[in-house]
């Protein structure tokens, strides 16, 4: 930079002394010119200033002719005449303009001098004359004397007049030749400094030659190497944009021209804004770019806008340089939507590949494992890094046939496809049931490059499938043991052959009949589940009072409770318990856990039950002392077709279903159920309701149907 | 025993006491068998000894000890250990079916059953016993 300075600097005083050449040569033309003319002026009115001496010389002879007995008369004439001639150089003198000389003075002295010259001239002419009259009238000789006496000393004045008017003619001609001798000089000395300035120009113009003739070979060098560059800058890959501080657009190559679907002249002079998406314009700052000083260029990410308004992402890439000492940027743009969207496709697909819940397992061609995606870890506990290099036989339960694999590679090697149920083994030796898809993946040219396994376990499919399977085979066992018992104490009655004995005979009618209701509640809650599963269930909320509802349970089911020897025992609470539920549902979630703390209660037991206020919501509760559940069984108490064992449902005479219906129907109206055992000593299954709020005031007959979001509060 | 190829006394366990009163009626009325009907295993093995059944009558689905365990202990005794079983059930799948002839089971009575035709199906069951028995001996 300071070195451009120096350089301008240098341009700057060559410039000025050229210039002051040109002026001082053109002045000294100039003055050489002046001087030339003046000197032929002065060496004219030099000449004239002789003919004016001549001419002065004869003015003073009339004076001094008339002595020698002139005629007067032709003396008077020949003054007038000289004095004629004299007047007529003396005023050319005054052509003289060019001739820088003040003679004004000498003239007035001259004038003067002729004038004084010319009376005293006269005087001696009539002097002359007079006393040539005297003579001839005959006068005395006094007074002839005193005339000549009077006209010598007039022209002894003359004379002397005379005398300065030479004086004077003398020192003009002095002057004259001292203003030659010095124009003279002057010429000499502009001469020379002529011949300084032609050896100067001379020696100029060769070293300018000398230099032009460089130049001109650097300039077509330069012309060349620039044509060469720019044929470059055109044809690479990326875009390039040159802009000012300011950030106006300077030039653009090829590239950046059809990357924004413009040409250079359009955008040229125009601020590299406008080439960006509104949005991402004020991101833009020239000054965001530094000089080329750091080992990097600020990149940064840019949305570009075509001359067509559409979009694009850029990568733009900004180096600050300068350039005869005036800041250029560099902007090097990279079209990088491409890029970004194969980008955003690959990152869909990893994510897809990380979060999907089918375990995924990619094999070269030879079958060893590549890749595993988090799935595939969480179903077999094989990390990625503990697979990789292994062939999928390590996950192999042993629980497969050797006609099994055989089939599975004959189908893959065939059809480049298998898919099914298979058992495989995880880390921890458990053995699962998985839906195994196998594909071969080839490439362009059909050859197979990678094996593709999409698993997903269905072992808690299996499993409750297994379960379906089991309920099947409880509901027709459940099915069939009463008609079993219909069907045969019907067929004994009708043979007759308890006819002999009728208390055989009504107990034949009890069997029966007893095995018809368990039929019918077996259907009943086999229809309520099946409501429920499909979520039909209608509810129909009021204001229900538990005061009236809980006792009106218990009272219903102490005949029943009194076959298997067991009291219900009521504690009395509060007379104003109301919740919003369905009068019905509640009943039969009530009868449900009468019916099951009777079930397990043992002979001669007591159950309690109570409804409590607690915080918000209602308590009811079912408390029994029978034998309690299992720590193991816990969990699955409220699910379907549950029993702490299989085998005890005849007896206990239930479905399994009770407790599920229970909890689903609970949950519904908005409470929670739930238990507390202590095996041995008591069981306390309870629910919970809201406390029934002023403003759900449901009027008699407005009917609410929950769904299986749960209770929302009735509209005021 | 005796060399009277008649059944008599049958060892009957079955836990829902309504059919386990139909089939005793329809064995006892319609067949004239002696039987002895016990609602548990335990029960069983309480009167077994003592009644010295000619063939077991098995349920197999029952709380705490089915059938299968149900004929595992009473084969221990030797009032039974000879007896041949038969299961009356309505688990009589392929896999089932297996299971029962692997413990040794004689045949199978499938629920439901005809109370009138049951004691003839028993009948059966005991001459086809007692002639392979003999053609065994023999």
Known sequence: MIAKERHNLAYGVAGLLILAFFVWTFNLLFSIQNNWAESNDVTAMDKDVHALFDQWRNLNRPGNDVLENYEVAVQKKALTRYLQEYRQARSLLEFHDKARVDLSEYYRDMDAAALEVETLARRVLDLAEERESLRLAGADAVMISAAETEAATTMARMDQAFQSGLDTIASIDQLLDQRLLDLDGARRAGVGSLYLIIIVALFSSALSLILLRRTSTQGEALRSSSRHLNAIVDNVIDGIVTVDERGNIESLNRTAEKMFGCSSDSVIGRNFRSLLQPESRPLYDPADFEFESGPSSRISEFTGMRSDNSEFSMELEGTRISVEGRPIIIHILRDVSERKRSAKRLQLAATVFENTSEGIMITDRQGSILSTNPAFTAITGFAADEVLGQNPRILQSGLQTRDFYEEMWRSITGTGHWQGEIINRRKNGEAYTQWLNINAVKDGGGQVTHYVGVTFDISELKASERMKDEFIATVSHELRTPLTSIHGSLSLLDSGTAAASPEKSAELIRIARGNSQRLVRLIDDILSIAKIESEKMKFQLRSVNLSELVPGAVEANQEYAKQYGVHIRMEAGEDDARVLADKDRLMQVLTNLLSNAVKHSPADGTIGVSYRRNDGYWRVSVTDNGPGIPESFRGEVFKKFAQADGSDRRKQGGTGLGLSISKAIIDRLGGHIGFDSEPGVRTCFYFDLPVMQQHWSVEAGAERFVTSAGLSAPAE | ?138
């Open chain 2, 1 to 138: 025993m005796t060399g009277d190829d008649t059944l008599h006394r049958i060892l009957y366990v079955e836990d829902d006491a309504d059919i386990r009163k139909i089939v005793s009626m329809s064995l006892e009325m319609v067949g004239s068998y002696t039987v002895a009907s016990c609602g548990s295993c335990a029960e069983a093995l309480q009167v077994v000894d003592d009644f010295g059944p000619e063939l077991l009558l098995l349920d197999v689905m029952m709380p705490d000890v089915d059938g299968p365990a149900t004929l595992r202990e009473l084969r221990k005794r030797t009032s039974a250990e000879n007896a041949p079983a038969v299961f009356i059930t309505a688990k009589v799948q392929a896999g089932d079916m297996a299971q029962y002839r692997r413990l040794g089971v004689y045949d199978v009575i499938v629920k439901p059953f005809d109370p009138m035709v049951l004691p003839e199906r028993v009948g059966q069951i005991w001459q086809q016993y007692r002639s392979g028995a003999y053609d065994h001996a023999g």
